[in-house]
């Protein structure tokens, strides 16, 4: 970004980025903390000293420009994943424990106010509370960074007050409903951040206008309590869109494998970090790739052999998926999945749902599997979603590159944190 007379220098704001600690979720605010930096301002990274472990076993943590504080949290006892609830309610002791990161967040925003002109407080929607006393601090900030798509708070603000909406009204008709996305103890959780959302000045959103514009739009028009300048920075991930090279030395063998495979001729299985799933539908999932007759890998990639992708409609591996042009087949199991399915393959038209979510409490036969994977992989309808797919995914990966929306709107946040 070029300087200008009319702004803070660069060095004299500061800008703290608070994840929740899902790992989707940390993910997300560690790549958009790399993108800021690359703008010589300086980001802190706040997590709790586990999930930094965690984060650093995975992704590159070392940077010039960001500087990791890890806090740790009271011990917890977490029970073990259970199959037959989607939700993932063995890691609530872990979002409750979150809470006590208020006082060393607040004492560490303190002090670092103190030594810049403007101090930015990049906070994911569900550290609300975490963050709450940034308020009482006059010349720090607050932005939300919305894991979740535009649409998903666009249609919720339709749900509440009708009026038109940029999707065919017969489609919305089967908008998945809010039922059976969460569990009451997420939910007593969620109403606490709720009430500490009332501060920030704008919205940051881990998607595209090339995938949203319309939604974007919408919300910016309509009369939204508490309506916030908005920001669609994404996809934040720009290092996986940029480049798939991997060392041909190091690659493991079903890399290997994959090399050796067709173009489009592979469905790629994953659901995520946080899904579980009973013996019976794990058996019959297995027995439908099986039945399917198509190349199939649990694993994700982006490789030129991946035709399609089946996956819990996470947003993270929705818009991994989109960017590399590969279409979906949507299973989705709990929070925002069920609508962003619906946005993948109502609005977008690349991908294919297994089952409506009013059905999800029911066993998917392997038959079923097979057959939708059929449909994806080898048919003409499948092959128009690929086409889609394919050219939504070029937009995107234009819009990342210098010049390109995206580009655009993180250049347009940045000269906003930096106005006299």
């Known amino acids: 970004m070029s300087g ?31 993108l800021i930096s690359a703008y010589n301002i300086t980001v802190h990274f706040i997590t709790t000293t586990d999930c930094l472990r965690q984060l650093s076993s995975r992704h590159r943590t070392s940077a010039a420009g960001i500087h990791f504080h890890d806090f740790p949290v009271p011990p917890f006892t977490a029970p073990p ?23 060393p967040t607040g004492d560490l925003i303190r002090s670092l106010s103190q030594r810049v002109q403007r101090i930015v407080v990049i906070h994911d929607v569900l550290m609300s509370y975490v963050v709450q006393d940034v308020k009482l601090i006059p010349n720090a900030e607050t932005y939300v960074f919305n894991p979740h798509t535009v649409f998903y708070k666009a249609a919720g603000h339709w749900e509440k007050t009708g009026g038109p909406f940029p999707v065919e009204p017969k489609s919305m008709n089967n908008l998945p409903t809010r039922d059976g996305i969460s569990s009451p103890e997420f939910m007593k959780f969620l109403d606490l951040q709720k009430s500490h959302m009332n501060f920030h000045v704008g919205e940051l959103y881990d998607s595209s206008r090339i995938i949203e514009g319309k939604f974007v739009e919408y919300l910016e028009k309509e009369e939204v309590p508490g ?18 090279v991997t060392d041909s030395m190091n690659r ?9 495979q067709p173009k489009n001729s592979v469905i790629y299985v994953s659901f995520g970090t946080t899904t579980t799933f009973s013996d019976d539908q794990i058996n019959e999932l297995a027995l439908g790739l099986e039945r399917s007759g198509q190349r199939f890998i649990w694993v994700v990639r982006a490789a030129d052999t991946s035709g399609g992708f089946m996956s819990h409609c996470g947003w993270n591996s929705s818009m991994e998926s989109i960017s590399m042009g590969v279409p979906i087949v949507a299973w989705p199991m709990h929070s925002d999945q069920p609508r962003n399915a619906f946005l993948v393959t109502e609005v977008l038209g690349v991908g294919v749902a297994v ?16 057959e939708v994977v059929r449909m994806l992989m080898n048919s003409e309808k499948g092959e128009e979603m690929r086409r889609r797919a394919v050219r939504l995914g070029g937009e995107v990966k234009k819009a990342v590159a210098e010049g390109g929306v995206s580009c655009r709107e993180m250049d347009s946040f940045i000269s906003y944190v930096r106005r006299l």
């Open 227 to 244: 309506k916030k300048k908005i920001w669609v920075v994404g996809p934040v991930n720009r290092v996986q869109i940029a480049s798939n």
């Open 4 to 34: 200008d007379d009319a702004t803070i220098p660069a060095a004299d704001v500061a800008v703290v980025t608070v994840p929740f600690v899902a790992h989707g979720h940390l993910t997300q605010l560690l790549h958009l903390s790399h």
């Open 355 to 370: 089952k409506s979510w009013d059905r999800r409490d029911e066993l998917v036969m392997a038959d079923v599997v097979a």
């Open 81 to 103: 994943p259970h199959p037959s609830i989607p939700f993932p309610t063995h890691l609530q002791p872990s979002f409750d424990a979150t809470l006590h990161l208020r006082p």
């Open 252 to 260: 493991h063998r079903c890399l290997q494998w994959l090399d050796n």
